[in-house]
């Protein structure tokens, strides 16, 4: 492998490639092929952003032809057909049918542009400057989506104090705490010093926390707590929207319609760099040009954010997830769960992590990712110290190669476990 030319001019800021050491050359479907030759599953899918596969045939061949005619590619907020035809699809297609009235916020090209509008906004419409965000949440590493973001070596690279977010326990972490009890009395007590939110934010499935799907009544009684008290419920579904739970919204399950939502990665279709915010027509307060960005109008983004819906649709992309994730589900509990009793397993749809924690170092997912890589599989770490091993292939998987990967991942776990 060639990397000196990385490891002299690159910042040290990197990181994935310091996870998987390979020069990735070519990729397709749920596969990744280096310059040696050398191809690996990849069960990390770009951090959610390769849903539909690497190299999607049918995404590739509408981002060819607009190529092809020479139209527009960059254009600001400027009208495009491109942009027509994207807006038009998903509100028809995708939002209506499930009784959802949104309007489409274009922010620019990354997920964390999308919490920032969302944010904003929130203080905008409600003129209140606190907001109320889960312990173990991840919203991205600008400043203000950091503020939300609880992770403390996250948090380090700051620079500045990171303040108006007040961090709630999240459901799963104090079991014998009403979480949304404990919200309401920080809302109404007079003596809990905590200032009223203009909006709770949190990820219906934690994903880079550790991967902890929230409970559907939890999200159901923060629906109707914001309701009570005046406070916008903003779902962030960059990681975890997108069809990866099974549903295309991950929030679906729990039958509620947030106030605003935030959308990015996998909406991109193909990888393109592609982010929206999702707001009730209420909430639209923004005075023209408020919050912009050159990137917000990217024209291939928006060919193949349509195209990927489009795919989605036509394959039942959803369904396949619901389908593959009882493999996956099966496999973790009959052969992954039983090598060690330490290990926790939670997931749902398409998106799992092995928790190591609780092997007090003995055995790392960080150690576990590395056999994998050595085995041809690629699944990154998130969670308490890196400490969970994540499995998130894209939703396109074929069968066989998704129990490959599968079964590399016991081989791997076997191997790592053997030596410790
Ligand atoms: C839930 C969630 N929100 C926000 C972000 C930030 O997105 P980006 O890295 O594209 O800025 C991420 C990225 O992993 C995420 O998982």
Redesign the pocket.
């Known amino acids: 492998m060639e990397s000196s030319i990385f490891e002299q001019y690159e910042s040290n800021v990197r990181s994935y490639c310091r996870h998987f050491p390979a020069v990735f050359e070519y990729a397709k479907g749920a596969t990744m092929t280096d310059e040696d030759g050398r191809t690996y599953i990849d069960f990390f899918c770009g951090?959610?952003?390769l849903n539909y596969g690497h190299n999607n045939d049918y995404i590739k061949e509408k981002l060819l032809a607009y190529l092809q005619e020479d139209r527009i590619l960059h254009a600001m907020d400027m009208y495009s057909p491109a942009k027509r035809e994207f807006i038009r699809f998903m509100e028809e297609k995708v939002l209506q049918p499930k009784g959802m009235n949104y309007k489409i916020q274009f922010v620019a090209?990354?997920?964390?542009?999308?919490?920032e509008a969302a944010l904003k906004l929130a203080r905008k419409v409600k003129g209140r400057t606190n907001v109320f965000a889960l312990m173990g949440?991840?919203?991205?590493?600008?400043l203000g989506?950091l503020a939300l973001t609880s992770d403390v070596s996250d948090r380090a690279g700051a620079g500045v104090p990171l303040h108006d977010v007040t961090h709630i326990p999240a459901p799963y972490m104090f079991p014998e705490l009403d979480t949304v009890e404990y919200m309401e009395r920080l809302i109404t007590d007079d003596h809990s010093g905590v200032a009223k939110p203009a909006a709770i934010i949190f990820?219906p499935i934690?994903?880079?926390g550790g991967i902890y799907p929230l409970p559907a009544e939890w999200i159901r009684r923060v629906r109707d707590l914001c309701d009570r008290h005046d406070i916008l419920m903003i779902c962030?579904?960059?990681?975890?929207g997108n069809n990866r739970s099974g549903q295309f919204f991950s929030f679906e399950r729990a039958g509620v319609i947030p106030d605003m939502v935030?959308l990015?990665?996998s909406i991109g279709g193909y990888g393109m760099p592609c982010?929206i915010l999702l707001l009730k027509p209420e909430l639209d307060i923004w005075k023209p040009g408020e919050h912009n960005g050159t990137f917000r109008g990217n024209q291939l983004a928006f060919v193949c954010a349509k195209a990927g819906l489009e795919f989605m649709l036509e394959n039942d992309v959803a369904g396949q997830v619901r389908a593959k994730e009882s493999i996956v589900h099966d496999f973790l509990a009959s052969e992954i769960a039983p090598l060690d009793s330490r290990l926790q397993i939670r997931g749902l749809g398409l998106m799992w992590g092995i928790d190591f924690n609780g092997m007090n170092g003995a055995v790392t997912a960080r150690d576990v990712g590395h056999a994998c890589f050595e085995r041809g599989l690629i699944a990154e770490c998130c969670g308490r110290n890196g400490n969970v091993l994540k499995l998130m292939p894209p939703l396109i998987i074929e069968e066989d190669l998704l129990r490959k990967g599968l079964s590399i991942l016991k081989d791997a776990m076997t191997a790592v476990l053997a030596g410790a």
Request: net charge negative; charged share 15%; hydrophobic share 25%.
């Open positions: 951090a959610g952003a090209p990354t997920g964390t542009n999308s919490v949440a991840f919203h991205g590493m600008t989506s990820e934690q994903s880079d962030d579904d960059i990681q975890a935030t990015s990665k982010s």
